[in-house]
């Protein structure tokens, strides 16, 4: 008989296998080898046995779709007024993340704003870290509806352009895993996220 195992993933909407492994025995090898049973046969110590077939089989969808529903995650927080926030992050590992940086401005001189912008992802770009060009979008939204589209995208970090970058060259970064803000010179912002993304991909 065939004995085997499947590995299954519990979808929200009922249990699928991912993949199946069977043993077949040599059943399999004698059928597709009739009459040549002495060629097929090896040594297993002193023993002359025909070697037995495992077969492994996997669906690549599912195993994806499975990945991306683990890496989906609503989080919780307690404001300080004691106010319960949802946060839903697809929190995929750095080195799948398809988008690694979106790059956004806040108001101020459009002009010079997008021009910023537009000198930081071409830096970006001509170092291969994919880049959502977010400053191109002329519907307004407010920095939390950004952060929120953002996180459900996937996307590790959102480099905000402002007039304080026209000023003195900072600009704000955003951590997709943290939420933590911190305030970067727009000329470290290439080497600090290739860093990071050629570290993550080592690990």
């Known amino acids: 008989a065939v004995r085997g195992a499947r590995l299954l ?17 040599d059943r399999e090898l004698l059928r597709t080898h009739q009459g040549s049973k002495a060629k097929l046969q090896c040594l297993d110590g002193r023993r002359c046995v025909v070697p037995h077939v495992v077969s492994v089989s996997g669906n690549m969808d599912r195993a994806m779709l499975a990945y ?33 940086v979106a790059l956004d401005m806040s108001r101020g001189p459009t002009v010079e704003l997008r021009q910023v912008c537009e000198g930081l992802l071409q830096e970006l770009l001509d170092r291969s870290i994919s880049v959502w060009p977010g400053y191109l979008q002329t519907l307004p939204s407010s920095l939390e509806q950004l952060h929120k589209k953002y996180d459900e995208m996937g996307v590790l970090f959102t480099v905000l352009v402002s007039e304080a970058t026209l000023e ?30 050629t570290e993550s991909t080592s690990d």
């Open 68 to 100: 991306l529903h683990d890496s989906l995650q609503q989080q919780k927080r307690v404001d300080s007024r004691q106010r319960l926030h949802h946060r839903k992050v697809l929190k995929l590992h750095p080195s799948l993340a398809p988008v690694k």
């Open 168 to 197: 003195n060259g900072l600009v704000q970064v955003r951590n997709r895993d943290t939420t933590v803000r911190e305030m970067m010179h727009v000329s470290e912002i290439k080497d600090f996220l290739v860093k990071y993304v």
């Open 9 to 25: 993933y519990h979808f929200p909407w009922g249990p699928e296998p991912l993949e199946t492994l069977r043993s077949l025995g």
